[in-house]
Structure formats: C-alpha cells, structure tokens
C-alpha cells in the first residue's frame, strides 16, 4: 500500500472522527443557545471544524478511490505479455509449460523483505518462478534463491572498495555463479523498475536496465538460441 493510500484512509477516519463530534456539539450547542435565545463562538468555532472535516474527509476519500483505481489498473496489466508470447512460441515446444509460484509462496517473500513486491516480478514470479527445467535451468533465477542471492549481494557491497549509491533495501532477483548480480531497489520505485548489474569479480556495477521486463526478455532470447 503506497503512502497516498496509507494518508487517505487516515484521512478519511479523521475528517469522520471530527466531523462526527463536531456536528454533536454544533446541534447540542445551538439547541442550547436555541432556548436563551442567543448566538456565541461555540457555534462558530464547530460549525467552521464540521466544514473542515468534511473538506478533509471528501478530498481524503477522492484520493483513496483515485490511487485505488490506478492502482488495480496497474495490477491488471500484463507486464509479461511479450515475454509470455515469446515462451509459448519458441520455448514451450522444446521445454514445456512453464512453472510458477504461488500466491502464499510469493507473500512470504514480500513478507521477508518488508515491502511490497513490484507487480510485474510478482507476474514473473506467478508465470516462471519455479521453472527449475525450463529456459532458466541451473541459474539462479527462481524463487527460492532470491533470499541468498539477495545475502551474497549484500556481502559484497558491503565489502567492496565502490561506493555504495543504493539503500540498504534491495532484491537481488538473479545471479550467475555468486559472479553477476542483477537486483532492484526496494521500495519498489514502479511496477515495472529498473534493475541494475553488479560485477563482483570486477568489483562495479556494469549498467542498469530500464526495467525488469526488458532485462528478462533480453536474458531469455539469449538463452534461446541454444536450444536450437
């Protein structure tokens, strides 16, 4: 859940709260004053705080509706569709129907890493995650290395005579021979995001790849032509 949604729901619960008590005290208030026969500050002051609260509930509500929206937009669309394309027709013929993870499989995993997943890993993951004999086979591409590629990685950099540009929160989603690392930052910084190569045999990072998607597809292509 993104810090937009995280701030609307409080939002939405404060201008609810205090518009509730306000709209009480308004009404016991000017029932109050009702029966003297006058008018006060008090009716003032919780008739400005109810039309601030309910300014700050409807905008608050607008926002939460708005990035929920967008959101399950994102959420639905197929950040692998070419890569899928690409599988079902020159790699499933000779390898067979991919293997992927499942829902719990894949929470845990947002679970150890404490933040939410980019949603076009996740499809990865969902699509090709434990696909053990399939174009990935013998590279650590799977589901269950990500946690120790991610630890090796993070040995490294830590070692490493570079300068560490990266937080301490990343996912390192691929290696090859504890040589290679590819990984992105976490939090995730879109659901598509760039991912970078480090080379620890050269102690650098070698480039960064605009997205997760372009780096996957590129990697299968290349191991394509093996198989023919």
């Given at each position: 859940m993104n810090k937009i949604r995280v701030l609307s729901i409080i939002g939405i619960v404060l201008g609810l709260c205090v518009g509730i008590f306000a709209g009480l005290s308004l009404f016991l208030v000017s029932e109050q004053n009702y029966l003297v026969g006058k008018k006060n500050l008090h009716m003032m002051f919780w008739g400005i705080l109810l039309v601030v609260s309910i300014c700050i509930f409807l905008v608050s509500l607008f926002y939460f509706l708005a990035t929920?929206?967008?959101y399950q937009e994102a959420k639905n669309f197929n950040h692998l569709k070419k890569t899928i394309e690409f599988h079902e027709k020159s790699i499933r013929p000779q390898k067979g129907v991919a293997r992927g993870c499942s829902d719990s499989e894949i929470e845990y995993l947002?679970?150890?890493?404490?933040?939410?997943?980019p949603i076009s890993y996740k499809q990865y993951l969902k699509f090709m995650g434990k696909d053990y004999q399939g174009i990935f086979k013998?590279?650590?591409?799977?589901?269950?290395?990500?946690?120790?590629?991610?630890?090796?990685?993070?040995h490294l950099i830590k070692n490493s005579q570079i300068e560490d540009k990266f937080s301490d929160d990343y996912l390192a989603f691929y290696s090859n021979q504890n040589n290679l690392f590819v990984f992105f930052v976490l939090p995730k910084t879109s659901e598509n995001p760039r991912v970078w190569i480090y080379d620890s045999e050269n102690d650098s990072y070698l480039e960064k790849i605009e997205s997760f998607t372009d780096f996957l597809f590129d990697e299968m292509?290349?191991?394509?032509?093996?198989l023919k």
């Open positions: 929920g929206k967008k947002e679970k150890y890493f404490g933040f939410e997943l013998d590279q650590n591409w799977f589901i269950d290395t990500v946690i120790e590629n991610t630890k090796n990685l993070s292509k290349r191991l394509t032509t093996d």
